[in-house]
């Protein structure tokens, strides 16, 4: 293993002294090859363009001597220190950071960004970044060369969102260009850069009158009025006109599994009470609905909860074939012709509520013959009563069939 392993964050301003002094005494320099032509780096030192890191860790450990590796910014944050501190390679770092490029583009943008999700298209994530883009106000994207600005436009299709676009920071040719997302893939674009993509129905990322500034990023699910899952009708705008009761809502979001990355359709979602609470654990939501004030009612409910919603006002199956593709779909209502065109698109998860045990025969059957797994339950609750003493209130059923593809 090597004598000595300092990576140093660079950010294009002068070395401090102990990066300076670590960088003179390397005989093996690691980095991307701007940086190894622009930093005084030994002409006796071997030097390895950093592509990938995995095999430059191979070669450090292998290495007798000192050895810098130059990282962007803060390599401890979304950077090469996760990687070489991996047990494999059996090496002890020096880690001597810089200004995040993240920390650089928002300061160069003159934003706030502790309420800033964070994402990386590096490793085929590109689909998943923009996924978390359509979920959020405010989003830093670590671009690869080929999940770029543009590529992540193209997936936001159709979603209005402001791109600040950071190419080349903290070096002589800094650009900063801020463009709507539509005109973003008219342009040729400098690797690297960092792309903060602003926008949607709030310009943060949480409800209005909520407190900021003690926990950064929002995490999933994070509110200080409302807590839990499943709420009462009668916290939704127009949820009694739809009636999707309460426990429901909580057996259908168990079986979706939404998450981070993730885009969820909710098909014929009504007032959108489904659709705001999947959106709540932090999944992007494609709400479609062919009655135009719930789709307006979507809009009200998404907004007080603070969450992206986006809604597609028409009539499934006819409007699905120009959705993006979904990890996972509730239909709410439109029974097996919508459920048969939904499955046309291999989503991972799908979660259909049937009105009658006809209607949930026809759609095991289209479930089944599409190569899916089928399960489901027939649910059956009431509510107890305090008037008094308990008595039982007047009860409710629903059926709730769920699929996955089969193995």
Not at 359 to 367: F, L, M, P, Q, Y
Request: glycine fraction near 12%.
């Amino acid at each position: 293993m090597a004598d000595r392993i300092t990576v140093i964050g660079w950010d294009g301003t002068p070395l401090t002294e102990a990066a300076g002094a670590a960088l003179a005494a390397a005989t093996l320099v690691a980095g991307a090859p701007y940086q190894l032509n622009a930093l005084p780096v030994p002409a006796a030192a071997e030097r390895i363009a950093l592509g990938s890191v995995e095999s430059a860790a191979r070669r450090i450990a292998e290495h007798r001597g000192a050895v810098v590796v130059v990282a962007e910014g803060d390599p401890g944050y979304f950077g090469v220190v996760r990687t070489l501190r991996r047990a494999e390679y059996g090496l002890e770092l020096e880690v001597l950071p810089a200004v995040s490029s993240v920390a650089a583009a928002f300061a160069r943008a003159g934003m706030p960004w502790e309420d800033a999700q964070v994402v990386s298209t590096h490793g085929g994530r590109l689909r998943r970044a923009a996924n978390i883009c359509r979920a959020n106000s405010k989003v830093a994207v670590l671009t690869s060369a080929d999940a770029g600005p543009s590529e992540l436009a193209l997936m936001l299709r159709g979603v209005h969102r402001t791109f600040v676009v950071c190419e080349g920071l903290g070096t002589p040719d800094e650009d900063v260009t801020v463009l709507t997302s539509d005109r973003v893939p008219d342009h040729d674009w400098r690797d690297p850069n960092v792309v903060l993509v602003i926008g949607g129905n709030a310009q943060t990322n949480q409800p209005v009158g909520e407190p900021s500034g003690w926990l950064a990023g929002r995490p999933v699910g994070y509110r200080t009025g409302e807590r839990g899952w499943a709420l009462p009708g009668e916290a939704y705008d127009g949820e009694a006109a739809d009636s999707v009761p309460a426990q429901t809502r909580a057996v259908v979001l168990a079986r979706l599994g939404p998450g981070p990355g993730d885009l969820v359709w909710s098909v014929g979602s009504g007032s959108g009470a489904l659709a705001v609470e999947t959106a709540r654990f932090g999944a992007a939501v494609l709400a479609v609905e062919a009655d135009a004030a719930a789709c307006a009612r979507i809009a009200v409910n998404a907004r007080r909860y603070g969450v992206e919603v986006e809604t597609v006002h028409g009539t499934a199956p006819e409007v699905l074939g120009g959705l993006p593709e979904p990890d996972a779909v509730v239909v709410e209502h439109g029974g097996a012709a919508v459920v048969a065109a939904v499955l046309t698109r291999r989503p991972g998860r799908l979660v259909a509520l049937a009105g009658t045990f006809a209607e949930a025969e026809e759609i095991s059957k289209v479930v089944t013959a599409a190569g899916y797994q089928l399960a489901g339950s027939l649910l059956q609750s009431a509510p107890l009563v305090a008037d008094g003493g308990l008595s039982i209130g007047a009860g409710e059923s629903a059926l709730v069939l769920w699929a996955e593809p089969s193995s």
